[in-house]
């Protein structure tokens, strides 16, 4: 089992590559805001992998035999430990993950403990026994019943190393499964606090399992033994999942990502859009998959409208985020702000205006930051424009008609979610019933990841497949139908077969399925 090893703050060697395994086999973490090493964790060799998933299963066959109340009691009491240690837990990932304070309150920490709730009082009535009326046959009784799949793996992404595999694993627990969470190799440590934590609350050792390491881990974890996978990351590593996967002869879910467009109506509440757009673009330094990182306003108000959302950026506070007047963090990992870095510039240099931000600073000592930047004069062949960019950057567009900015919106190979902003609810249902994507919200943006209730996942190369709410829970098992017999009927389709079934046959189904009062008359005559 990955054990966390408390480290002394000091800066980081620049020689040190971020998420890279260290010749004593560790991974070492820093702190995106100020480059001081955090900690390390042991990576799991293929060995630790499989033993993590015996484990699993081993203690998974004795909690699915327990009622949903006894798992209830279990994770509730890990919701009453979470809150009352959410000071703790909130400073950690912000030093680990690098968005602010208030971000891991309200982003990470306050979204799980209400997961664990709506899970905790939902799961009995999502999973319970569905009836199927069967038009045909009355002489049967049908039903479905949902059965824990046994154990799922996690593989979690590092943008919500927190609230993202935890809010997925207590569903599954929920559902009376085991699970093995593999954390990205970037925030480690947080899944080794969240696994302690589990444990204090009575859940039984190795059902929530912890497996450290790169990508290799990852596959390896596939190959394992586990009944499903569920993996959040990029396009390019969610196709090789959906692979491994299917090799498996598992299912699995897969959120990859998205461009999402907000889209601002003549008669948007400026004011209100400007703010949640804002907000949508730069919070956790724009690293969310549900980002809004596309924005096409109607020529009629786009003057005012930018004017509104340059004068937010150019006020938000930006800094180290442990302190709790920044409004804008660090962004995690090095190689996302290169990505950043370049659609930047190949904007700037095709003609692209910038009108707030625009700086790229990484210190020698390894703290990263990114300017909230606002752009105009971008064109849909711009990678900042077409490409998922997950920084905090935010192209301003303009359309003419309705027509059009469906299309411009559609244009993408992405489909997570999608934002309109207008006073008129009819107009916001009709352009929603157009838009292609897993989500659409009106005159608001981000949150709906953090209602458990809804279920989460996009279409196109967003991803497959669903989490939260009952959908999600659904997953989570296997179905299973069974069919009763209520009456010991004589049916006509048994051997030995015969002239007489075949005319009984037909004349049966003539009547029940025939058009009309009249048809079915003369079909039960033999009239026709």
């Not at 054990?3 to 995106?32: C, S």
């Not at 596959?219 to 491994?244: D, H, P, Q, W, Y």
């Not at 549900?290 to 800094?319: C, I, M």
Request: net charge positive; proline share 5%; charged share 25%.
């Amino acid at each position: 089992m990955a054990e966390a090893i408390p480290m002394p703050q000091k800066p980081a060697p620049l020689a040190t590559a971020q998420g890279a395994v260290t010749p004593q086999g560790t991974l070492a973490v820093f702190e995106p805001g100020n480059g001081k090493l955090l900690g390390e964790v042991r990576v799991s060799t293929a060995k630790d992998v499989r033993e993590a998933v015996q484990a699993a299963r081993r203690a998974q066959a004795d909690w699915a035999r327990k009622t949903f109340a006894q798992r209830r009691d279990v994770l509730l009491r890990f919701r009453d430990l979470l809150l009352a240690r959410a000071t703790e837990f909130c400073e950690h990932l912000t030093r680990e993950n690098g968005k602010t304070r208030n971000e891991s309150l309200f982003m990470e920490v306050l979204p799980v403990a209400d997961a664990t709730t709506w899970y905790a009082n939902h799961a009995r009535k999502a999973l319970q026994d569905e009836k199927i009326p069967l038009h045909m046959f009355p002489h049967k009784k049908s039903y479905l019943r949902f059965y824990p799949r046994g154990v799922v793996g996690i593989i979690s992404p590092w943008n919500y190393p927190f609230s993202i595999p935890t809010g997925d694993a207590v569903g599954a627990l929920m559902a009376g499964n085991a699970v093995v969470v593999k954390p990205s190799e970037f925030t480690p440590i947080i899944l080794e606090k969240t696994r302690a934590l589990l444990e204090e609350a009575g859940l039984p050792r190795g059902l929530f399992g912890v497996v450290q390491g790169r990508g290799d881990v990852g596959a390896e974890l596939i190959r394992s033994g586990v009944n499903m996978i569920i993996f959040t990351g990029s396009v390019a590593t969610g196709k090789k999942v959906n692979v491994a996967a299917a090799e498996q002869m598992i299912p699995c879910v897969l959120e990859l990502g998205g461009k999402d467009p907000a889209i601002v109506l003549p008669d948007a509440d400026l004011d209100s859009a400007a703010k949640k757009i804002a907000w949508g673009a730069f919070a956790n330094s724009g690293q969310t998959c549900a980002s809004v990182e596309r924005v096409y306003v109607h020529e009629s108000v786009a003057q005012s409208f930018t004017d509104k959302v340059v004068k937010l950026a150019k006020g938000l506070r930006q800094g180290e985020p442990n302190a709790h007047d920044v409004d804008v963090g660090a962004m995690t990992t090095q190689m996302q702000v290169e990505i950043v870095r370049r659609h930047l510039d190949e904007a700037r240099a095709r003609g692209a205006k910038v009108l707030a931000g625009g700086e790229v600073k990484v210190t020698p000592e390894g703290a990263r930051f990114v300017q909230p930047t606002v752009l105009t004069g971008t064109t849909p062949d711009m990678a900042i424009v077409r490409d998922e960019t997950f920084g905090p950057m935010l192209p301003i567009m303009t359309y003419r008609t309705e027509e059009e900015v469906v299309r411009l919106a559609n244009d993408s190979l992405y489909g997570l979610s999608a934002y309109v902003f207008t006073k008129d609810k009819s107009a916001a249902d009709r352009i929603a019933n157009q838009l292609l994507a897993g989500t659409v919200m009106h005159n608001d943006t981000l949150y709906t990841h953090a209602a458990p209730e809804t279920p989460w996942g996009g279409v196109k190369s967003s991803g497959l497949g669903r989490v939260h709410g009952k959908h999600g829970m659904r997953d989570f098992c296997e179905v299973r139908h069974v069919n009763l017999e209520r009456l010991n009927f004589p049916a006509f389709w048994y051997y030995p077969y015969s002239r007489k079934a075949w005319n009984t046959g037909l004349r049966v189904y003539r009547t029940l399925l025939g058009r009309g009062i009249a048809g079915r008359i003369k079909a039960l005559f033999g009239l026709q």
